[in-house]
């Protein structure tokens, strides 16, 4: 499983990058085997001027048996603990954790799949689908995905857009990719 995580608040446990090293910690400690993690990045905060950049980072978990909704659930309860509250979407975050892609799994369907990755801009801002959407719809517009992605899963292939992370991360804009930065 690809996981996306990212603070631009930090939280009780520290600055944002503090944050993120916590919160692996915490996904360890609930008994998931971490495979692979990223560098950490400073990221520009999306969307643009809507608060405090970002650390973010991404991890390869082992699907060790769970089921799909019973990681989300893990995680959710990671992201509450560490105080994250969603009451604005796309809002600053103390600790967003994203279940990005579950091996070649499309989820619930292709057709709502695409119905999510085709929201143009102002529908992505105001509606939030009540299910889980796998792969995430729009993992392959963000730089602050992809970038950390290439670290851990660069040969990872999207199950419906057929291209690699790294493929994915190359179509971006360069200006895009330089300005998510190592820490």
Known sequence: MLIAVGSNLGSQYGNATETVAA?????ANSGRQIRAISRFYATPCFPKGAGP??????????????SISGELHNLHAIEAEFGRSRKTRWGMRTLDLDLLAAG??????????DQWRNLDEAAQRRDAPDTLILPHPRLQDRAFVLVPLCD???????????????ELCA?????????????
Do not use: Q
């Open 23 to 27: 919160s692996v910690n915490a996904i």
């Open 171 to 183: 179509d971006l804009p360069e200006n895009m990719r330089r300005e998510v930065v190592a820490l």
């Open 104 to 113: 070649a799994i499309i989820r619930p369907n292709r057709a709502t799949f």
């Open 152 to 166: 851990v899963a660069p040969d990872w292939r999207h199950p419906v857009l057929g291209r690699s992370v790294a």
């Open 53 to 66: 950049d970002y650390v973010n980072a991404a991890l390869v978990l082992r699907a060790a048996g769970k």
